[in-house]
């Protein structure tokens, strides 16, 4: 037994959340520790003292040891291993590695991320690339249906497939692992968009064997925000490049990636302090208990809701965020009832739209206690 309690006084006060608000929505930004934080002003104050030191002459070792940390909890190899501001600067970066010619395709699930397929939007517009959803269903009962949904996307002009690891609006957790091994059996690239991955989940990227991983370690790993990372296949290193070119083009991923101007870098340096705080906390008890959070919430909000769950209740499936369907809302309603639901009852929780349908999603962190969630079900029974 963990000697915590999720949501106790001591468990919040390690935040600087708003305590009047019930801030149900860890997945789209994470929330940092007063402690990561603290360590990361120190890591400023360290760099305004002497600037040249820091930023010219120690970054690239200090980086290298951070590397190291980061890519044991990742379980990769660290040459391959790059920091970027977010997972959005390593979906772009995978892209620009690409030739791309016209007709070539993009496999990316129709629960994609809207920003990644604005993304592909651009290389349509660039190149007169196409992009092919996989039709993943939702309600969905088995891993297999994922993989058919890839695999009936898959052509013979994909030159990439996107795998989310875990979907945005509706919170699922893809199987990486299948989905990987499908695209190389076809020859095709992959590109794993584990955005939410990183401390939500155990992550081995020796096994899985993209060709490209990133995630975001400002989420689930708590690190301050600007914080994420690209692991690149030693087949595509000389090939995969920042959007940003600077000093040390043509010097390696690191070089490349970590200078692409001048910038704080303390975000990256402040990592270690981020997974010290969750190793303390103990990493599987932190995910047993945020997944029970939001277990106990799913099924509070479908019963309120009169709908039903829309994936099996297993952790292969969802970790610590969920989603349940909103039959009353239509899906363009979301930005404003999340918003209303702030200013008229102070929750914070997202309202998503995958496929015309609108979703509440939910997210348990350990500065949650259940009855937040049972206020926002009892709520949502009546609320419009
Ligand atoms: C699947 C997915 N990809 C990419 C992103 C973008 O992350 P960031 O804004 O940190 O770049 C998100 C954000 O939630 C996401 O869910």
């Not at 918003?339 to 102070?346: D, F, G, K, S, V």
Request: proline share 8%; with cysteine; hydrophobic share 45%.
């Amino acid at each position: 037994m963990q000697p915590w309690t999720t949501g106790s006084p001591a468990l919040v006060a390690e935040w600087g959340l708003d305590p009047t608000v019930d801030y149900l929505n860890h997945g789209s930004f994470g929330a940092t520790p007063r402690t990561v934080l603290a360590v990361q002003t120190a890591l400023r104050e360290e760099m305004e003292r002497e600037l040249i030191l820091f930023l010219a002459r120690q970054l690239p070792a200090r980086l290298d040891a951070v590397r190291a940390r980061v890519a044991a909890f990742l379980d990769c190899d660290a040459p391959g291993l790059v920091f970027v501001p977010n997972a959005t600067h390593g979906v772009q970066a995978a892209l620009d590695a690409i030739d791309w010619l016209p007709g070539d395709e993009v496999v990316h699930a129709d629960h994609g991320y809207g920003a990644v397929k604005r993304a592909l939007l651009r290389l349509e517009h660039r190149f007169g690339v196409r992009q092919v959803p996989a039709v993943v269903p939702f309600p969905i009962e088995r891993a297999e249906q994922v993989v058919e949904a890839f695999a009936a996307a898959i052509g013979p002009r994909t030159r990439l497939v996107i795998v989310d690891h875990i979907t945005s609006a509706t919170a699922l957790i893809l199987p990486a692992a299948e989905l990987v091994a499908l695209a190389r059996a076809r020859g095709v690239p992959v590109l794993v968009d584990g955005a939410h991955a990183p401390g939500l989940l155990p992550l081995s990227i020796a096994s899985l064997v993209p060709d490209f991983y990133t995630g975001n370690l400002h989420k689930w790993v708590c690190a301050p925000k600007g914080a994420a990372v690209l692991w690149i296949h030693p087949d595509w290193r000389r090939r995969a490049h920042p959007t940003v070119t600077s000093h040390g083009y043509g010097l390696g991923p690191a070089p490349e990636f970590e200078w692409t101007g001048t910038f704080d870098p303390t975000a990256w340096l402040a990592v270690p302090a981020a997974l010290d705080k969750l190793e303390a906390f103990g990493l599987e008890a932190v995910r047993a208990s945020n997944h029970g959070l939001v277990q106990e919430g799913r099924a509070r909000l479908a019963h309120a809701l009169g709908t039903e769950l829309p994936h099996p209740d297993s952790r292969d499936w969802y970790g610590p965020m969920a989603a349940v369907h909103v039959p009353w809302a239509q899906a363009g309603q979301g930005p404003e009832l999340t918003a209303r639901l702030y200013e008229e009852h102070r929750i914070e929780v997202p309202f998503t739209a995958y496929d015309s349908r609108c979703f509440v999603r939910i997210s348990g962190q350990l500065y949650n206690r259940p009855e937040q969630y049972v206020r926002l079900a009892d709520l949502l029974r009546t609320w419009r």
